[in-house]
């Protein structure tokens, strides 16, 4: 089945040891997202990929960052993370940048900080 | 600024019956599409139904079925024959103009045996 598939389910690191989340997709969408939720809270958008081209969220820490090296593949990473980043982070795609194009997610990684 | 409002943070639902879940938004935009996603517990967020604003009729997917009003700006979530497996986070979410969606902050559906 098509999907987005994000390694690892659960990480834990410590306090401003770097990090990287991986997400991958079989849906072959040109758009991918990266979301951070915290606890009983929305989703909030840090950033997005339309195939190469980066789009940041203004309000998006410089702590964040992302690679995407191919098609399938988006990677996030927090540089030095700190207690406020534990989080969950989600994936998402979708096929294009249209108003009517469903996202769809991958079962998130949640993030711990010691 | 678009926003989305769900004011019911949790709900309870006894099985088989029906629950509605709200939610308001408010855009200056006249092309927008309106989302219901589900997020079960460490389960993956899932798209349960989007409703064009331009169409009238009220979109439905088997027991999911929305009231659209455009004029007040609502769009509720209909859980007919409510099942245990409903039992999830509801986000309602509105998206215009560019790639971005608007969350509101979910609605956590309880459903009681």
């Known amino acids: 089945d098509a999907m987005v598939i994000q390694n690892p389910r659960y990480q834990v690191t410590q306090f401003g040891k770097p990090v990287t989340l991986s997400c991958s997709q079989t849906?072959?969408?040109?758009?991918m997202y990266w979301y951070q939720q915290k606890s009983s809270q929305a989703p909030k958008l840090l950033f997005h990929y339309y195939d190469k081209d980066f789009n940041n969220e203004a309000d998006t820490p410089d702590n964040f960052q992302s690679r995407r090296p191919n098609t399938s593949f988006c990677f996030l990473d927090i540089r030095s993370p700190g207690l406020g980043d534990a989080a969950m982070y989600l994936c998402?795609?979708?096929?294009?940048?249209?108003?009517?194009?469903?996202?769809?997610f991958g079962p998130g990684t949640r993030l711990t900080v010691l | 600024a678009q926003t989305v409002t769900q004011s019911q943070p949790e709900m309870s639902v006894q099985e088989a019956e029906t629950v509605t879940l709200s939610c308001t938004y408010d855009?200056?935009?006249?092309?927008?599409?309106l989302f219901w996603y589900k997020q079960p517990p460490s389960r993956q967020m899932i798209l349960v139904i989007r409703?064009?604003?331009?169409?009238?009729q009220n979109a439905t997917e088997n027991r999911f079925s929305v009231n659209f009003q455009k004029a007040a700006k609502s769009f509720s979530l209909k859980i007919s024959d409510s099942q245990l497996g409903d039992a999830a986070m509801y986000f309602c979410?509105?998206?215009?103009?560019?790639?971005?969606?608007?969350f509101g902050t979910g609605t956590r559906l309880k459903v009681l045996a």
């Open positions: 979410a509105i998206r215009s103009g560019t790639y971005k969606y608007i």
């Open positions: 409703q064009e604003a331009y169409k009238q």
């Open positions: 998402a795609t979708s096929r294009s940048a249209g108003v009517a194009d469903t996202q769809y």
């Open positions: 849906l072959n969408h040109n758009v």
């Open positions: 855009t200056s935009e006249s092309d927008y599409y």
